[in-house]
C-alpha cells in the first residue's frame, strides 16, 4: 500500500513538471505586428482565378485580393499571380504575388492600396517589400507622402530574384492610406509588404 501511495506521488509531481514546461514553451505574442493586411497577398478567401498562366487579371477598383482594392487610375489592368506560373516565375514570400504592369505590360500606372488602421500619430514606422522592377521601383505613399526607398540584398525564390526595399515614415493621421504604384517597364513584381512600428 505504501508503494503505491509513493507512486501516485511520483506521478503527480512528474504531471507538475510537464505541465510547468509545457507553460514554458508557449509562442512568445508578437509584440510588434505587420499593420499591413494580407501583405503577401494570398488568397485566404478563394477569390483568385486563373485568367491564363496562373495570372489573374484585376482592372481599376477591384476589390479581390483580401485587404487590397486596385487603384480607380489604373490603366488596363494589375494581374495577380500564383507559384508557378506558367512562365516560371516564383513569389518571393509564400503563394502569391502582384504584378503592377498588368498583362503585356500595358498598365504604365498600375496601383493598390488599403488603408492602414491604428497608427500612432507621431510614431515613425518601417515600410518594406520585396520587387522585381527592369526600371524603378514602385513609388510608395502614404497619405500621399512619398516613402524614400533603399535597396536591400537581393535573394533568390526558384528563378527569380528579389530585391528587398525598405523606408521609413511618420505617421499623421491614425488610418492612413498606403499606396504602391507600379515603376517598371515591363516587369513591375511585388510581394511581402510591411509596416511595423520602429
Given amino acids: 500500500m505504501m508503494g503505491a501511495r509513493w507512486m501516485l506521488v511520483v506521478l503527480l509531481v512528474v504531471n507538475a513538471a ?3 514546461h509545457a507553460q514554458d514553451e508557449t509562442p512568445p505574442v508578437n509584440t ?6 494580407n501583405g503577401s497577398f494570398e488568397n485566404p478567401k478563394n477569390t483568385w482565378m486563373d485568367t491564363t498562366c496562373n495570372y489573374m487579371s484585376l482592372l481599376a477598383g477591384a476589390a479581390t485580393i483580401p485587404g487590397w482594392t486596385v487603384t480607380g487610375s489604373t490603366v488596363n ?3 495577380w499571380a500564383m ?16 504584378d503592377l504592369t498588368g498583362f503585356g505590360s500595358d498598365s504604365p500606372n498600375g496601383a493598390v492600396q488599403q488603408m492602414l488602421k491604428n497608427l500612432t500619430v507621431g510614431q515613425v514606422y518601417t515600410f518594406t517589400m520585396d520587387i522585381i522592377t527592369d526600371s524603378a521601383p514602385p513609388t510608395v505613399t502614404v497619405d500621399g507622402s512619398i516613402i524614400t526607398l533603399t535597396a ?13 526595399e525598405k523606408g521609413t515614415f511618420t505617421a499623421e493621421s491614425a488610418n492612413p492610406l ?3 504604384q507600379n515603376g517598371g517597364v515591363q516587369i513591375g513584381f511585388l510581394d511581402n509588404v510591411a509596416v511595423k512600428a520602429q
Avoid: Q
Fill in 83 to 98: 507559384t508557378p506560373t506558367c512562365d516560371g516565375h516564383t513569389a518571393a514570400a509564400r503563394t502569391f504575388f502582384l
Fill in 152 to 164: 536591400g540584398k537581393a535573394f533568390k525564390r526558384g528563378t527569380d530574384l528579389w530585391t528587398p
Fill in 178 to 180: 498606403l499606396l504602391i
Fill in 77 to 79: 489592368e494589375i494581374v
Fill in 32 to 37: 510588434n505586428p505587420n499593420l499591413v493586411r
Fill in 18 to 20: 510537464v505541465a510547468s
